[in-house]
């Protein structure tokens, strides 16, 4: 699901960690990948609005081989924004209920993007709670009772 708040929450703490690590790559670009890699969810509820399918994830940046990709590039700025995605993914896999392998490009795939239930989100900025769907969180006990388990 996406999160925008929680990741735009620890974007300050992710500028501030990446600078004092003082590593190959520019802290703010870290941070702003960090948050922006969620515009790819639009992709899901373009496909949602097509289709009126819920039960594919495409999120096309959502994906660690992405992210080991952009890691590899030998170009800081690319860097970076590898740097920013992967902070994403773990924040993801640790607080925002995605599986590893959900997080892969190549398993979705494998699995033609049915590996997971898209919740009312989705349907912004219709739905239940309106534009202000984005901001709520979808508890694990929503996922579990759309029957898909991982
Ligand atoms: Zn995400």
Known sequence: MPEPQWHLAAAPAVYMATRRARGDVDP?????????????????MAYYRLTGDRYRQ????????LVALLLLIPSRRFRSVGAGFLVHHVLDLVFGGYGFKELSLAYRAYKRFRTGWLGDWVQW??????????????TRQDRDESGVTS
Do not use: M
């Not at 495409?58 to 081989?65: A, Q, T, Y």
């Not at 900025?125 to 979808?138: A, D, M, N």
């Open 28 to 44: 703010a670009t870290v941070a702003a990948a960090s948050v922006l890699i969620d515009a790819d969810h639009c992709c899901d």
């Open 125 to 138: 900025p219709h739905g239940p709670r309106g534009k202000w769907q984005l901001l709520y969180s979808e």
């Open 58 to 65: 495409l999120v096309p940046l959502h994906s660690w081989e």
